[in-house]
T-cell receptor, first 114, second 112 residues
């Protein structure tokens, strides 16, 4: 099945720990994105990547880091510098920097700080 | 923030009624898209309307776009309980690097 897979579905982090959220796609998409969603809120862009080995900061990149070493993978690390990391994290991909393409989303990772 | 706004924030209707939700955005766009999110899940793409289009239909969905007012509306006709979800608009701006900017969403509840 083609699609975009996020893991784990639920993640618990202790204060001061770094954690990495996985996002893998087999859609052969060039572009990938990470969004954060807080309860009852919209999506805010953390990082995005339009091509392998390149990525750009979104609106709320502080406290997060990413890598794009492979086309299929775009992992997100939530560092200890992120003051309020408890949220729902969504990964998405799209064909590329085309002007009229849709985004495909994973099922999300719910991160909780304990 | 470039984030758009949607209204109403929440909408509750009876099954069979129509549901209308609105989206306003701030920048010039190439297209506007609507997505649906069931509780605790990822988003699913519903429909895309290009900046040179004014109206588009897909099944029970009707989308309009007014670029002069920087606004769009999504109409769901003959709603069903299964339409209960949050609905988000997303814009692809003309300036800068290609990325999707999402609105704040409308939570729709359809009562059976």
């Amino acid at each position: 099945d083609g699609g975009i897979t996020q893991s784990p579905k639920y993640l618990f982090r202790k204060e001061g720990q770094n954690v990495t959220l996985s996002c893998e796609q087999n859609l052969n998409h060039d572009a990938m994105y990470w969004y954060r969603q807080d309860p009852g809120q919209g999506l805010r862009l953390i990082y995005y990547s339009q091509i392998v080995n390149d990525f750009q900061k979104g609106d709320i990149a502080e406290g997060y880091s990413v890598s794009r070493e492979k086309k299929e993978s775009f992992p997100l690390t939530v560092t200890s510098a992120q003051k309020n990391p408890t949220a729902f994290y969504l990964c998405a991909s799209s064909i590329g920097a085309g002007l009229n393409t849709e985004a495909f989303f994973g099922q999300g990772t719910r991160l909780t700080v304990v | 923030s470039q984030q758009g706004e949607e209204d109403p924030q929440a909408l509750s209707i009876q099954e069979g009624e129509n549901a209308t939700m609105n989206c306003s955005y701030k920048t010039s766009i190439n297209n506007l898209q609507w997505y649906r999110q069931n509780s605790g899940r990822g988003l699913v793409h519903l429909i895309l309307i290009r900046s040179n289009e004014r109206e588009k239909h897909s099944g029970r969905l009707r989308v309009t776009l007014d670029t002069s007012k920087k606004s769009s509306s999504l109409l769901i006709t003959a709603s069903r309980a299964a339409d209960t979800a949050s609905y988000f608009c997303a814009t692809a701006p003309t300036s800068g690097t290609y990325k999707y900017i999402f609105g704040t969403g409308t939570r729709l509840k359809v009562l059976a």
